[in-house]
């Protein structure tokens, strides 16, 4: 193995700042309670009670480890070798059950009886309404008028698992919406509830919580792919909305001599197209006009339909630790279909953007190692894949 | 360190034994939205806060978000509104509120400095808490802009002092554990706000967010030094009540003050 000069991802600072990133820009009703989840959240994570509930739950609930399965059929088309981390083989269908049964019990733990969420794909809604359900809480998800549209299954799935969901009417009525419609609940809410926040954006501590929360994820990826090639994959790979597969995967491969590689969709490029700004709660690239509106995003993928990114990917985009590459739309369906009948795994659309990333650039991967994070299952996306294949 | 246009109109009313009134207008909402600020200064508001309107307004209620909507749909910007300010003779101190994306976008210190240039004397940035307030604190302190902060009912006692120490022009007391929009009742919370926060400061201390019928007006600013009355205000303006429509109800508020 070489020499790597290459560093873990780091803490942020006291101020919860990724370099110039981050921060904790939220109305002061909501300052009290960002200290207190920042306290109990370093309390919980060192203590070995909560550690092991939770390494339980991830084992014997979420299905912890997920396997990273190599795909032989499209690793001799491409002419590399592709390994998928299966996250879409957890409970609930992503990687998005990591993050939402840590907050859970961190919620539990700090008194809290109801949680608050949004979602994009409805995929971190399913995940927080099963871990309430699960831990006896109430649950409220918001999700944008569009997205409610396009995602009925999981909106039917939420209600079934006994969460109120409610329609963001607002704005663009995808996701910035609904975070938008859940920090107002929050600010009307924070004694009773828990705003569990799925991706690492958001104020902190969420964007150094919840990478916390999916470190797990890379840990397992990087003993298994060391387990059979004997070194880090030359490539890791993940799709980029908010962040949080990314973010996961990144952690395990960050100190090893590893390129990574995060792609955003090309309509909701917050790092290709964007330009710092400061919106739910944090300092990061955001696509914006000259006066500092928000800009809505425009993707086939709900997950990923966001004008902003993490902040610590816009850290690592401009220390250049990491590097992210938007994929057309049009590019996407294609992967989706390419994933299917070649490895006969239907991936979630967020992750199709990984592969259409990998598949755009085969000739400069020939011969290199490729491990892709499969964040999620696409049985979500299909109604809206019949559509756009009619 | 003397007060600023917005705190003095605050104080005077004050140690007149009156009771404050700030009034929220939308800026660009509407043609008429110059005139509508006029009307208000008119019917008794000692000063004026002019929403800008910013695309994602998470301490904003439907009302308010609505009438952001509106006027960003009509064209709106913050240039815009800060160029139509600028040598308007509105008839009392104004303020800003705006999100700080807003100011961040522009440059702190340009922002700060446009907000001089225009005749704007204060700023309200509700996504602003006070652990990220330095940069533009410092801003607005070299360009002469009084940064109005806000306490929420949340906040331990010890953040209060804090808070008042950097405010100016008066300290936005949140009455509610929740965004800006009417409610049928008085939370308790107001009352509660502006009793935690008058004995910590000399700064006027006035009661927002909830306060939508001049009943509630006299009943939140009994403890404090007035209120701020934002959606009540906007919902008329939305509704095409024109300048003289909004004057008349803020009139309204402004009899039930002076009366107690």
């Known amino acids: 193995m070489t020499e790597s000069a290459n560093a873990p991802l780091q803490d942020p600072s006291p101020d919860g700042r990724f370099g110039d990133f981050g921060g904790q820009f939220v109305p002061e009703t909501l300052v009290p309670a960002c200290q207190e989840l920042e306290r109990e959240f370093r309390a919980a994570w060192v203590d070995p009670s909560f550690r092991a509930d939770l390494d339980h739950l991830l084992a014997e609930y979420a299905g912890r480890p997920s396997p990273l399965t190599e795909c032989h059929n499209l690793s001799e088309e491409f002419g590399c070798r592709l390994f998928v981390k299966r996250e879409d083989l957890n409970h609930t269908g992503s990687h998005k059950i990591n993050n939402v049964l840590g907050q859970a019990l961190l919620a539990k733990r700090m008194g809290k009886t109801r949680l608050v969420a949004e979602t994009g794909a409805g995929q971190h809604g399913v995940a927080t309404a099963t871990a309430a359900a699960l831990m006896d809480m109430e649950c409220c998800v918001f999700m944008g008028e569009v997205d409610v549209a396009r995602q009925e299954l999981n909106v039917f799935r939420m209600r079934l698992l006994g969460a109120e969901v409610r329609t963001a009417m607002s704005g663009s009525r995808t996701l910035k919406d609904a975070v938008n419609e859940a920090m107002r609940d929050w600010v009307a809410t924070v004694v009773e509830s828990h705003y569990c926040l799925g991706s690492v954006n958001g104020p902190h501590p969420y964007p150094w919580m919840v990478r916390t929360f999916h470190e797990v994820l890379g840990r397992e990826a990087r003993d298994q792919s060391e387990a059979v090639l004997g070194a880090p994959p030359d490539v890791v790979v993940a799709c980029v909305g908010g962040g949080s597969n990314a973010i996961g995967i990144f952690s395990g491969f960050a100190d090893a001599p590893t390129e990574l590689v995060g792609v955003e969709p090309a309509g909701g490029a917050a790092i290709g197209r964007g330009v710092p700004g400061v919106v739910h709660g944090s300092v990061s690239y955001l696509m914006q006009d000259e006066f500092g509106q928000v800009q809505e995003a425009e993707s086939i993928s709900a997950g990923l339909d966001y004008p902003g990114v993490g902040p610590e990917h816009a850290h690592l985009s401009a220390s250049g630790r990491a590097r992210y590459e938007p994929v057309t739309d049009a590019e996407v369906v294609e992967a989706f279909q390419l994933m299917s009948r070649a490895e006969g795994i239907i991936p979630a659309l967020e992750s199709a953007h990984a592969l259409a990333w990998i598949s755009r650039e085969r000739a400069s991967l020939a011969g290199k190692s490729v491990v892709m994070n499969l964040s999620g299952r696409g049985d979500k996306d299909v109604a809206q894949m019949m559509d756009i294949l009619s | ?260």
Not at chain 2, 50 to 69: E, L, R, Y
Request: glycine fraction near 14%; aromatic fraction near 4%.
């Open chain 2, 1 to 260: 360190m003397s007060a600023g246009p917005f705190e003095a109109a605050l104080r005077a009313r004050r140690d007149a034994g009156g009771k404050c009134l700030v009034v929220y207008v939308t800026g660009g909402l509407g043609d008429d939205w110059l005139d509508t600020a006029r009307a208000v200064a008119a019917a008794g508001a000692d000063a004026i806060e002019i929403g800008v309107p910013f695309s994602d307004p998470v301490m904003d209620g439907p009302t308010i978000q609505a009438a952001n909507d509106l006027a960003l749909a009509a064209g709106a910007t913050p240039t815009g509104i800060l160029d139509a300010l600028r040598g308007a003779d509105v008839g009392a101190p104004l303020a800003v509120m705006t999100y700080y994306n807003i100011a961040f976008r522009m440059g702190l210190e340009r922002f700060a400095e446009s907000l001089v240039a225009a005749g704007v004397s204060g700023c309200i940035l509700p996504d602003l808490p006070l652990e990220e307030a330095g940069p533009w604190l410092e801003a607005a302190g070299v360009a002469g802009v009084e940064p109005i902060l806000l306490a929420a009912p949340t906040a331990p006692d010890e953040r209060l002092p804090e808070i008042c120490a950097v405010s100016r022009g008066f300290v936005y007391g949140v009455g509610l554990l929740g965004v800006t929009g009417v409610r049928s009742e008085l939370a308790a919370s107001a009352v509660e706000i502006a009793t935690r926060l008058k004995p910590v400061t000399d700064l006027p201390v006035l009661v927002g967010v909830g306060i939508g019928t001049p009943e509630q007006a006299v009943e939140a600013s009994a403890h404090g030094d007035g209120v701020i009355v934002g959606s009540a205000v906007v919902q008329r303006m939305v509704d095409g009540a024109g300048p003289e429509g909004v004057g008349e109800l803020v009139a309204s508020f402004r009899a039930a003050l002076d009366a107690g």
